[in-house]
């Protein structure tokens, strides 16, 4: 539109590009400063259900940061500031180390981390990621590394790292599957153990019937593949009902609960299934 209305809204531009780039600094000079005491950032986890019969069997640990004058600050806003200052390194750590640390309460479920291809990139990655294992005694095959499909793609040391990290045990999971790039014939090529199917095509389902064809596709491929199958984003009865049917392995989303604080878990660990066991749909359905 800049370009249509000439000089004026490319001034204009400049402006907000200012403010923007701006406000960026001051985030990372606030994230800088909150990596000292850590006392503005929390860890919250949002739970993973067996989409077969609704036994909560891990949990997502997400980032959570308090900003003393903003507030709450997305991870979409923050996470890339982070990424790019370099200090997703520090946060990484923390989330890792704090994640680990509280998966020791809750003995049968695996926890899940999200990992930035930048920390990935660094050579002593797995090193990092070996000493928190053995400071916390986590199991390694309770933990799952989520990562980008740019991360999975990315030859050097971020592929060195990745198949480093799943000979200890510790999985690799495909997050926000759908979104990248990459076709979908090239998950017969990708080594990973599980894909989370981005939420995007979760949400489209009521509008759009080509969202479901695609995860219905991605779904039938990663069972071919032995892969295993997360959708995001589930936040209805209706996706639940259709991600059953067409054979989807775990389900996250608000529909089942949203990322809790540790002290919430015991909650969620002790509620019954999620979903009705397969046995009793079949009797309701019969009636
Ligand atoms: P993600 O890893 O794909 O995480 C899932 C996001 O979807 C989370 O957003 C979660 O709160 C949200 N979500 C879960 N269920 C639903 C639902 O039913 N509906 C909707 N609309 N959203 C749902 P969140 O916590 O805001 O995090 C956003 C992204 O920030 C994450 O996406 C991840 O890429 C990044 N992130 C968060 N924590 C970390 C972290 O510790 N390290 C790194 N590197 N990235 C992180
Ligand atoms: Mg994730
Ligand atoms: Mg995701
Ligand atoms: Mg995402």
């Known amino acids: 539109h800049a370009k249509m209305n000439g000089r004026n809204d490319f001034a204009g531009f400049d402006v ?4 923007l780039l701006r406000n960026r600094r001051r985030v990372e000079t606030d994230l800088r400063e909150a990596l000292v005491s850590l006392d503005q950032f929390r860890v919250h986890y949002q739970p993973v259900y067996n989409a077969v019969d609704g036994v909560l069997t891990g949990f997502e640990a997400l980032m959570r940061w308090q900003h003393p ?45 999200n990992v930035s291809i930048i920390e990935l990139q660094d050579v002593d990655y797995v090193k990092k990621l070996a000493a928190v294992l053995s400071a916390t005694g986590l ?14 793609v990315t030859a050097g040391t971020c592929e060195e790292n990745l198949k480093a990290i799943r000979k200890m045990g510790v999985k690799v ?9 990459s076709s979908l014939g090239r998950l ?14 979760i949400h489209g389902f009521d509008q759009s019937d080509s969202d479901k064809a695609m995860v219905r596709a991605i779904v039938e491929l990663a069972r071919a593949t032995r892969l295993a199958t997360t959708a995001e984003g589930v936040e209805n009865v209706a996706q639940v009902e259709f991600l059953q049917a067409i054979g989807c392995d775990a389900l996250q989303g608000f529909y089942f609960s949203p990322a809790v604080p540790a002290d919430k878990v015991p909650e969620l660990l002790a509620a019954k299934p999620a979903l009705p066991s397969p046995a009793a749909r079949e009797s309701v359905n019969r009636i």
């Open 139 to 152: 199991a390694p095959e309770r933990l799952e590394l989520e990562v980008t499909e740019t991360a999975v």
């Open 173 to 181: 999971a495909l997050d926000d599957f759908g979104t990248g790039f």
């Open 16 to 19: 907000e590009m200012d403010v």
């Open 69 to 113: 004058a903003r507030g709450w600050v997305s991870p979409e806003f923050f996470i890339p500031v982070a990424e790019e200052s370099g200090l997703i390194r520090d946060i990484g750590q923390y989330v890792l180390q704090t994640a680990c640390e509280a998966a020791l309460k809750w003995p049968e479920q695996s926890i899940a981390v």
């Open 188 to 201: 017969t090529q990708i080594d990973v153990d599980r894909i989370k199917i981005d939420k995007t095509f």
